[in-house]
């Protein structure tokens, strides 16, 4: 009898666990490379619509982010549901779009100034009333090359019909 | 005097670091997006400019509405359309081909209609919003209105450089990509303005309407 036992309790290998760390750090390596830090804070919501006819934004230096939707819950009591625009880390009016491309321009080397992009992230729900006025304030300053931001995918999938 | 072994650092913890680190870009990493659709807005021209007298025939007509439905003017009819037609429709209208004499257009493809668009270069369409039209909407139409010049911008570069075997879009990526080389870029260049002025993108947008 207990040979029987003794068999069965035979002690199992322990798993060999000296290449964890190697794992570790391969996938730890992955995300330090992927990763882009975030450098404006939302707060605005910022479901961006699809579309899959889209182009590539190269050279992240030369884009100018123009943010809008509705302000997300926690800024909701104090600026309401209505859409509105983000600039850097702010709300901010329509009007205050010149001053703030003017300033994007003022960082950048004045031979880049004619390929800044502007890159309009608006949340799927914005009314276009407010594009049309962030696109007029654009006219006026010049910068006519924009980007509707989207993420890859069919365009009809988000529409209700 | 004697050869005395190095005491062995215990490595143990290290899993954990690394875990502990891992964790951390995990949760602080967001995939930016960073693409979109490219384009370009009309300078403010302050200047007196003359009408320019367009045929009706040529012009495709899109209107969307507060309640994001689409209109459809073009070729003396006006009808609703659905946004999954519209890209069929916009390429229907643009490859017509109905003009005659020096307007006749040799590479369209279509039914020759004489009540829609002449050719590639006379065809314009045009689009107006409603104040209250969704953003998605808006960009879904853009969308399909660009991958219907996209879809004919494809078929006149294929046959135009058949040996090449890219298409327009594959095309106008690899020019744009900065690891291709400086000669191959000038090359493609070339071609792509060939096409770009074969089939140009008229492509207007009204100011919207105010709704009440």
């Known amino acids: 009898m207990s040979k029987f036992k003794k068999k069965k309790s035979g002690d199992m290998p322990a798993v060999n666990t000296a290449s964890l760390p190697d794992i570790v750090f391969m996938l730890l390596f992955f995300f330090m490379v992927a990763t882009v830090m975030r450098q404006n804070t939302l707060m605005i919501d910022n479901n961006l619509p699809f579309a899959d006819q889209v182009e590539k934004l190269d050279k992240k230096d030369l884009v100018m982010y123009i943010y809008a939707g509705k302000p997300s819950s926690n800024y909701k009591s104090t600026y309401g549901t209505e859409a509105r625009i983000q600039l850097n880390d702010k709300f901010a009016e329509v009007n205050e779009i010149p001053a703030f491309i003017a300033a994007e321009r003022a960082s950048k080397r004045e031979e880049l100034i004619p390929f800044l992009t502007t890159a309009l992230k608006v949340d799927s729900d914005a009314n276009m009333g407010l594009i049309t006025d962030i696109k007029q304030e654009l006219r006026k300053v010049n910068a006519l090359k924009i980007n509707y931001t989207t993420k890859k995918g069919n365009a009809l999938q988000g529409l209700k019909k | ?212």
């Open chain 2, 1 to 212: 005097m004697a050869k005395r072994s190095a005491p062995e650092v215990n490595a143990g913890s290290m899993a954990d670091i690394a875990f502990l680190l891992l964790i951390f870009f995990l949760v602080t990493t967001t995939i930016e997006t960073d693409s979109g659709l490219n384009r370009k807005l009309p300078p403010i021209d302050d200047t007196e400019q003359e009408d320019v007298i367009i045929k009706e025939k040529n012009i495709f007509q899109l209107n969307v509405n507060r309640n994001n439905d689409l209109f459809l003017k073009t070729g003396g009819e006006e009808k609703v359309i659905q946004i999954k037609d519209l890209r069929n429709a916009a390429v229907t209208f643009l490859d017509n081909g109905g003009g005659t004499g020096p307007d006749a257009c040799k590479r369209c493809q279509g039914k020759k209609n004489p009540r829609s668009s002449d050719n590639f270069d006379k065809a314009i369409i045009s689009l107006q919003n409603d104040r209250a039209t969704k953003y998605e909407t808006y960009i879904a139409v853009q969308n399909e209105i660009i991958a219907a010049y996209n879809e004919l911008r494809n078929r006149e570069f294929q046959k135009s450089f058949p040996n090449l075997e890219l298409n327009f879009v594959e095309a106008e990526k690899r020019y744009s990509d900065p690891r291709t080389p400086s000669a191959e870029k000038a090359k493609l260049k070339d071609k792509l303005e060939e096409i770009k002025i074969l089939i140009p993108q008229k492509f207007s947008e009204a100011e919207p309407k105010k709704s009440n």
